[in-house]
């Protein structure tokens, strides 16, 4: 390799924030990257990135998926239309200026008979300060919210008097997981990753849309009363 299509590619590494040693890697595994570097940026936009596996110094290429480039392209919870529990779409816009509290439910979860009730007992002491709780069933823990929009709706409603929405029922995690949960996973990753772990994960987001803190499933609601308050301003 020259030393002008070295530095070329260089710069690629630079840009395309690769981390490659290059004092590890031998010219022709230097021609043959730079090589799958350009095929790839010609044909599309992508992410690149390098990990070296041991001494077999193993070099892995990844791309983030257009849907992952869109949602980081957002710079708030505001910037996130969702859809309520008959399908029609809500725009997260509407919720600006207010402090919210995102929640995956589910009816089915150990979590779910402690959880709901405090919800319900934030929402009635903070809603006329500006206190927004937005609930997101999701099946994919151990198939814990079996049922459809309607049942979902039935059983927060009539059981648990629940007066904050219930959105259509999302995946939070994979392939499928609705926008705004990649948004919020990485904006704030948990303790062994940013994946959902299970039920009642919860995200505090400020006045502007910004995510301040997430909570694990097995924090209680009224626990975390105190970081509500501060942000709503209230003594």
Partial sequence: MSCSSARVFRNLIAQRSLIIPSKTLSNSLLISSFSSISRSSASKRSFFYSRFCG?????????????????QSKQSVHDFTVKDAKGQEVDLSKYRGKVLLIVNVASQCGFTNSNYPELTTLYQRYKDQGLEILAFPSNQFNGQEPGSNDEIQEFVCTRFKA???VFSKVDVNGKNAEPLYNFLRSSKGGLLGDSIKWNFT???VDTEGKVVDRYAPST???????????LLGVA
Wanted: proline letters at 6%.
């Fill in 220 to 230: 209680t609601p009224l626990s975390i009363e105190k970081d509500i308050k501060k």
């Fill in 163 to 165: 007066e904050y929405p």
């Fill in 55 to 71: 001494s077999n110094r193993t070099l892995v290429l990844g791309t983030r998926s257009n849907q992952s480039m869109a949602t």
């Fill in 202 to 204: 919860k995200f505090l």
